[in-house]
């Protein structure tokens, strides 16, 4: 297994990490837990070391399928988890990174991950309600405590990032990231580089949609949150077919899927982009695997770029009221 480094932080990584919340959370009936902890080890086994899961999916129950599973490998592995939702009894479900919930959040998550130290301690969403700082702040504070080792940042804007660095050094910011979605590019990719910040895409793969396995008469069982995505109508799948089309068609020449190029993608835009895609099942898990043996030449990238920017993605990624809870 290939590794990586999230910037320059030194935090070294398999160069494609696993995403946690599918196996319970998001995406219809929960699967069989034995059979997830089963698929955890299974990538441990394939040299997978880098793990992403938060308080909220579940919300909890992920945590402790992640900790469950892992706990006897803890030196052999990076588990990364969120907190900044109010999920406090009687709480308003809404962003809370308030310093007094961010040192229960990290205490709790020590136990569901039978760890001694968060290895990666994010902000799931930024809480207009309590300045940068201050989380950054208390981040800090845990880390010269020894309760976590690294701090990052999930979907916020390069402003945020900056003011959040000056405090505490962001290891890694996470935010989605793929051919259908390219914001980051704009703003945050360059903050990245500058700072010398990881980037860990998630939803590398579209949520499922450029595995090519989803068009317009797919069905999405309940729970499944795509259902109520704008992306994800019938309408939308349909129109945005053509981009599963070029990644089928330079598959095709590569002798790879369409999720491997664009995976392959992925990891060709920068050396500290670790993207995590999730999956329930084994063979995906070895599918998504295959991408870090596909090379994408120069004029590879280029030819995706070109045909890439001819092609319009219909539908926004979030609901209106979702969509204010990212880039600030």
């Not at 909220?56 to 490998?73: I, M, Q």
Request: proline share 7%; charged share 25%; glycine share 10%.
């Amino acid at each position: 297994m290939q590794t990586r480094k999230l910037g320059k932080s030194g935090l070294e990584v398999s160069a494609l990490g696993l995403g946690c919340m599918g196996m319970n959370h998001h995406r219809g009936p929960a699967p069989d837990r034995n059979a997830m902890i089963a698929l955890l080890l299974a990538a441990v086994a394939r040299g997978v070391t880098f793990f992403d899961t938060a308080e909220v999916y579940g919300p909890f129950t992920n945590e402790e399928l992640v900790g469950e599973a892992l706990a006897p490998l803890a030196k052999e592995v990076i588990i990364a988890t969120k907190f900044g939702f109010d999920l406090d009894p009687g709480g308003s479900g809404g962003p809370n990174s308030r310093p007094e919930r961010i040192r229960r959040v990290a205490e709790a998550s020590l136990k569901r991950l039978r760890v001694e130290a968060i290895d990666l301690f994010y902000q799931h969403r930024v809480d207009p309600a309590v300045p940068i700082e201050d989380v950054a702040g208390t981040v800090k504070d845990l880390i010269a405590e020894g309760k976590v080792k690294h701090f990052g940042l999930s979907e916020a804007g390069a402003s945020t990032i900056r003011r959040a660095h000056a405090v505490q050094p962001v290891t890694a910011l996470q935010s989605e990231y793929s051919l259908w979605w390219r914001e980051p590019e704009a703003e945050v990719l360059p903050t990245c580089e500058e700072l010398g910040i990881g980037f860990v895409p998630f939803s590398p793969l579209g949520r499922g949609f450029l595995t090519g396995k989803i068009d317009e008469t797919t069905v999405f069982g309940a729970n499944d949150n795509r259902s109520g995505l704008p992306r994800f109508t019938p309408e939308a799948r349909k129109a945005n077919q053509p981009v599963v089309q070029l990644l089928e068609e330079i598959g095709r020449a590569k002798g790879a899927t369409p999720a491997q190029i664009a995976l392959a993608w992925l990891l060709a835009q920068k050396p500290w982009i670790v993207p995590i895609p999730g999956t329930t099942k084994l063979a995906r898990l070895d599918e998504n695997l295959g991408a870090i043996d596909v090379a994408l030449s120069a004029e590879d990238i280029s030819a995706i770029e070109s045909a890439s920017a001819s092609l319009k993605i219909e539908g926004a990624r979030y609901p209106e009221t979702d969509q204010k809870l990212v880039g600030r």
